[in-house]
């Protein structure tokens, strides 16, 4: 299935946050991208695209602002979303 195992990640402001992305998705390129809202027009973190069957843990900083923000991945934004909720 092309979806995300999550539906919402929730993480406290600032936080150093390490994401265990699993493709388990053969022959089909799949990433993970934190966006400041659905449009996707300002990022906050990009990951590499892999293709799968294959995993990679992608290391970033969360937003210091408290808020609701938007996950996606950029090869599947229509279908491969989520929301990214900072306390």
């Known amino acids: 299935a092309i979806s995300f195992d999550k539906s919402s990640i929730t993480v406290p402001a600032g936080a150093k946050v390490t994401v265990n992305f699993n493709n388990a998705d053969s022959g089909i390129p799949h990433n993970f991208a934190v966006y400041t809202d659905s449009s996707a027009n300002t990022s906050i973190y990009v990951g590499q695209t892999i293709t799968g069957p294959a995993t ?32």
């Open 56 to 87: 990679v843990s992608y290391q970033f900083t969360a937003p210091a602002k408290a808020g609701s923000y938007f996950f996606r991945c950029d090869i599947h934004p229509s279908i491969m979303t989520g929301s990214f909720i900072v306390q």
